[in-house]
């Protein structure tokens, strides 16, 4: 995740759409698309450009607010690029490496039913669905634990008029750091 002075919030999620087999080595980091997204000024334009000829397949949330605020997801399915404008609401994405569609299908279900009870959820009940959403199978849950891969921590932007905060709770550490630009 990052965010820099072009107005922009980038969130990189493994995989596309579903799991792949990964290969032993890839022609370039998806980290180094990242930074490209962040910096340059037209980000949409670096999209549609960019090579992502064996490059790891990988999901992209883009939140720009340089013009008007638009929420952008891309995948990169290994073969093909994909492109949607989300609507302006609350959202849920899984790493396609880490879960299954079915159970990416119940992490929307639980997020659904959170937005039900809470029509506009403030920052503090959003953490608390991420750190209690589940049902009970630690596998699953939003704070997951399968022994050898596990959450480590949860982040949050929010975006307040001119400032970003951003904070972030190491779950192993219980410290959670908070920095504002």
């Known amino acids: 995740m990052g965010a820099s002075d072009?107005?922009?919030?980038?969130?990189l999620l493994n995989g596309g759409f579903e799991a792949h087999t990964r290969k032993d080595?890839?022609?370039?980091?998806?980290?180094?698309?990242?930074?490209?997204?962040?910096?340059?000024?037209?980000?949409?334009?670096i999209m549609h450009e960019i090579d992502l000829l064996?490059?790891?397949?990988?999901?992209?949330v883009m939140v720009d607010w340089s013009k008007s605020l638009e929420v952008l997801e891309w995948v990169w399915d290994g073969e093909h690029k994909h492109?949607?404008?989300?609507?302006?609401?609350?959202?849920i994405w899984s790493s396609s490496l880490l879960y299954s569609s079915e159970e990416k299908r119940k992490r929307e279900e639980w997020f659904s039913n959170f937005l039900f009870d809470h029509m506009s959820p403030s920052e503090e009940e959003l953490l608390t669905f991420h750190r209690s959403a589940g049902d009970g199978n630690r596998e699953t849950n939003l704070i997951m634990d399968r022994g050898f891969v596990k959450t480590k921590s949860i982040s949050q932007f929010v975006k307040n008029?001119?400032?970003?905060?951003?904070?972030?709770?190491?779950?192993?550490?219980?410290?959670?750091?908070?920095?504002?630009?």
């Open 83 to 91: 492109f949607e404008e989300k609507p302006l609401a609350p959202h």
């Open 54 to 60: 064996d490059i790891e397949p990988f999901t992209v």
């Open 25 to 45: 080595r890839y022609r370039m980091s998806r980290g180094v698309v990242v930074t490209q997204l962040l910096t340059e000024p037209d980000a949409v334009a």
């Open 161 to 181: 008029d001119d400032d970003i905060c951003f904070k972030y709770e190491d779950l192993q550490s219980h410290e959670i750091t908070m920095t504002s630009f």
């Open 6 to 11: 072009q107005k922009r919030l980038i969130c």
